[in-house]
């Protein structure tokens, strides 16, 4: 395991980070520019088919050399290492953390307790193949012999949100006569929504479950077995109608599911960092096993170059560090996720879970308070709906939003004079939100003097251009590497365990016991709650 660092504040470069940033925050993008033309070309990084050109970020090259200095102070290589060599990182639960060898090439060995995980992740994806492979040319046959048209994917969090992305990110390659749905909340609503118009006969469920012990998903399976049942009557069905995707196959023969038709993983897998293992079972139905290749490719792609590359050029780390900088020396609270692809419009959601659950913690490795602030808020939708809602605040509001815009020098679907319309707004962001209108451009431009405060921009907002070639299975395994390891380097820095998720549990365990609560209409009014919850509990059992 790597060596523990000193606390963030007394590592060196983070005291020079502190005097550096009172020296640069007085500057201005347009004055850093000025001086400096040569930054919009030399500020840039590319690897892998992406073009990163973090220039219009308040940095000088004094403030990377210094952020590089703090990787290194806070052991980012050996950290890498430790992650890509499977050794026990995710510490409060004493686990490896290899979503790497999820897609390590088959010649590859990666050894967790002294046994090399990749031939059994390759076993497992040539199942999955081989199971698509019969969903998608008809062979998979329900219970009435009719061949499966739909698939319905249950699971939640990481066993949702990844396949959903992926889903729609990648619908352009995926078998059209195929209908595919997500159902993730126990809310009835999304069940009932998802099958209202599908047929039992020719629906296939995918319950995806790490754990398979997870309330949500369980109540929405124990559902869609009823909705299967109702029609085709024999409990024999299910085997035709039913897969798991999970790690506990106890849990799932006790479902009812034949553990044949079961996909597993391990638990060095998060379930955040788990769309290219067995759970990303739906992407594999939709675009096919070449096409699901291509993807895991992508994201190996990404692995080795932020294993191998120097920190100056190496995408995630510049993009971590920079997060790092804006979070802990400008106070920023947020990133905008800012894609310019409409298959893109459930990314920004699926990074919400993959940065916030990970950096979203207060404590250090060795359980004392981090000395800075961690994890930013994430969001964001595609462009250019967001210029029509909320970009308002980010180019005149009070807070300082560093924002990620992400674009393709090809589209999917060229049409018309479409995407260089779009491609001319990514630009155009970028430049007005970096440059900003001074009062003097404003008033040239023959605006009364009344509206002139209102009209300025004044702009000095930092911002990320990536420019990929085109959306394909590959790129995206690319792009969401990218993110996984810029979480990961974030992570590092702060020293904080990016792996586990304690803060999920206590509502859990609350739900529970409210549960019985409020289902048993004989039990006592609760009383062990706050006075809140308790009225608010005695007032849903007597208006329910
Ligand atoms: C992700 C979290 C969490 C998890 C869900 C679903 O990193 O662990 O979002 O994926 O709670 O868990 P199961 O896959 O076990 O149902």
């Keep these: 395991m790597p060596d523990q660092v000193a606390p963030l504040s007394q590592r060196p470069a983070w005291k020079a980070l502190t005097a550096h940033a009172a020296t640069l925050k007085p500057q201005h993008l347009r004055d850093l520019f000025k001086s400096d033309p040569a930054r919009g ?20 090259d004094d403030t990377l050399k210094l952020l590089i200095e703090l990787a ?56 999955m193949a081989a199971f698509a492979d019969q969903v998608r040319s008809g062979k998979w046959l329900g219970y009435t012999d009719k061949p499966i048209k739909n698939i ?74 009823s909705w299967t049942l109702a029609k085709l009557k024999q409990t024999e069905a299910i085997a035709r109608h039913f897969v798991a995707i999970s790690t506990n196959d106890k849990e799932v023969a006790k479902f009812g599911i034949d553990t044949a038709n079961m996909f597993g993983f391990w638990d060095w897998v998060g379930g955040r960092y788990s769309m290219d293992s067995a ?12 096409n699901f290749r ?4 992508g994201f190996h792609a990404m692995d080795v170059h932020f294993r191998t590359t120097p920190f100056e050029k190496n995408l995630p780390v510049l993009m ?12 920023a609270q947020t990133v905008a996720i800012l894609p310019y692809e409409q298959y893109l419009k459930r990314f920004p959601a699926y990074l919400q879970q993959l ?44 807070r300082l939003i560093p924002c990620d815009f992400i674009g393709f020098s090809k589209a999917v679907n060229p049409l018309g ?21 001074t009062a003097e451009e404003v008033k040239a431009e023959g605006v009364p003097d009344a509206l002139v405060p209102h009209k300025v921009f004044e702009g000095n907002r930092p911002s990320n251009v990536l420019l990929a070639n085109e959306l394909t299975p590959e790129m995206l395994g690319k792009l969401v590497a990218l993110y996984e390891h810029n979480v990961f380097t974030q992570g590092v820095i702060w020293s904080i365990d990016s792996f586990d998720q304690w803060g999920v549990e206590l509502g859990k365990v609350l739900a529970t016991k409210i549960l019985g609560e409020i289902e048993s209409p004989t039990a006592p009014a609760p009383t062990a709650h706050d006075t809140s919850t308790t009225n608010l509990i005695n007032r849903y059992r007597a208006t329910k």
Excluded: C
């Design 152 to 225: 319905v994917n249950i699971g939640i969090g990481g066993s949702d949100l990844g396949p959903v992305m992926a889903y729609e990110a990648l619908k352009h390659y995926s078998q059209r006569d195929l209908t595919f749905r997500f159902v993730s909340n126990v809310d009835g609503t999304d069940f009932v929504e998802a099958v209202h118009d599908l047929d039992p006969e020719e629906t296939l469920f995918l319950v995806a479950s790490k754990t398979f012990t997870t309330l949500e998903t369980m109540t929405n399976a124990h559902s869609a077995r």
């Design 279 to 290: 759970i990303g079972l739906s992407t594999m139905i939709a675009i096919g096993p070449d």
């Design 417 to 437: 004079r479409h995407h260089d319309m779009l491609m001319a707004n990514v630009f155009a962001q970028a430049e007005a939100l970096a440059f900003g209108k």
């Design 41 to 60: 070309t030399r500020l840039t990084a590319e690897a892998e088919g992406i073009f990163l050109d973090y220039s219009k970020n308040r940095v000088t």
């Design 320 to 331: 971590g560090l920079l997060t790092v900088w804006y979070t802990d020396f400008f106070d």
């Design 72 to 127: 290194e102070q806070s052991g980012l290589k050996p950290h890498i290492e430790a992650m890509f060599t499977g050794q026990k990182i995710n510490i409060t639960e004493n686990r490896a953390v290899l979503h790497v060898a999820l897609r390590a090439p088959a010649s590859e060995s990666i050894k967790v307790d002294g046994e090399d995980v990749v031939p059994e992740v390759h076993k497992v994806l040539n199942k």
């Design 294 to 297: 291509k993807l895991l490719a």
């Design 355 to 398: 940065t916030m659950e990970s950096n979203g913690k207060h404590v250090t490795l060795d359980g004392t308070h981090v000395d800075a602030d961690t994890g930013p808020i994430y969001w964001g939708e595609p462009g250019t709906n967001g210029q029509h809602s909320f970009y308002q605040l980010i180019h005149q509001g009070t």
